[in-house]
């Protein structure tokens, strides 16, 4: 079974950055492409950025194009996210997923972390 840990969140006013980590467990046998979601306090699960395993693809939700950077360590099987210049309607839990992309889409797995909280407030 998949196991996802993700960590890195915090408080942190807004403007300013944080950068999450995900380590993927060693029984995942090969990894197409991961992404990184947040759900907010009452509101749905929504999609943030993805990346192909290959790195030659990287897709963005439109609010966080320019600000948010995801990346990974293949050998070490982790994706990083790096988020600067934070909006307070960004506080909210962060996952990451383990999933594939299909005809240009980001197709999530039912395999999800247990999330990491970011706390945007002044």
């Known amino acids: 079974q998949v196991q996802l840990v993700e960590s890195g969140g915090g408080l942190v006013q807004p403007g300013g950055s944080l950068r999450l980590s995900c380590a993927a467990s060693r029984s995942i046998a090969s990894i197409d492409a991961m992404a990184w979601y947040r759900q907010a306090p009452g509101k749905e699960r929504k999609f943030v950025a993805a990346?192909?395993?290959?790195?030659?693809?990287?897709d963005y939700t439109d609010s966080v194009q320019g600000r948010f950077t995801i990346s990974k360590d293949g050998a070490q099987r982790t994706l990083y996210l790096q988020m600067n210049t934070l909006k307070t309607e960004e506080t909210a839990v962060y996952y990451c997923?383990?999933?594939?992309?299909?005809?240009?889409?980001?197709?999530?797995?039912?395999?999800w972390g247990q999330g990491t909280q970011v706390t945007v407030s002044s």
């Open positions: 997923n383990v999933g594939t992309l299909s005809h240009g889409a980001y197709v999530p797995f039912d395999s």
């Open positions: 990346i192909s395993w290959t790195g030659d693809r990287r």
